[in-house]
């Protein structure tokens, strides 16, 4: 949590965007830190956890800066410009299905939904793991990476975060 709010504070984004919303932690998480007129778009692809997702947002106070798109992120992605408005994304935060993330993030780009500077923060990318998205990223010329070294939450499983800035 505290990389994640590190990141976003140093981004300061307008347009956020998480893929993966589970209970909603990561998404008040990130709301809270975002500076006025900012919003966080949300993609859950389970109905039941986006319903629960939705009661902590709200519990949290803050359902105005986040809005939580129900389906699968490959359909929800293309939809991005022209059904929710968002012309680039400033940070994006993977923490969805981890074979989700390298297509995913081609995805973002044949979108065109990442401008010069837009920052990627993938959680989870040793334990369990997201391999592809590892080797995809790091070998890009396209991506500037930063490794942080954490722990799988609650227990002492050695983890990381990967930061991929795109670089244009």
């Not at 990130?30 to 389970?46: C, D, F, P, Y």
């Not at 590892?134 to 227990?155: A, D, G």
Request: proline share 5%.
């Amino acid at each position: 949590g505290l990389i994640l709010d590190k990141i976003v504070e140093e981004v300061n984004p307008s347009v956020a965007l998480e893929l993966g919303t589970y209970c909603g932690y990561s998404a008040v998480r990130i709301a809270r830190l975002l500076k006025a007129g900012a919003s966080l778009l949300t993609v859950e692809l389970n109905p039941e956890v986006a319903a629960i997702a939705k009661q902590i947002i709200e519990f949290a106070g803050v359902q105005d800066k986040v809005k939580l798109l129900e389906g699968p992120s490959q359909e929800i992605i293309p939809q991005l410009k022209k059904k929710y408005e968002v012309d680039t994304l400033d940070f994006v935060f993977l923490d969805h299905w981890k074979d989700r993330y390298a297509p995913d993030t081609i995805l973002l780009q044949e979108c065109n939904l990442l401008r010069k500077g837009s920052v990627l923060l993938a959680d989870n990318v040793i334990t369990p793991g997201a391999p592809e998205f590892i080797k995809y990223i790091r070998n890009n010329p396209r991506f500037q990476c930063t490794n942080y070294p954490s722990h799988l939450e609650y227990m002492k499983v050695e983890d990381a975060m990967e930061k991929a800035v795109f670089l244009g």
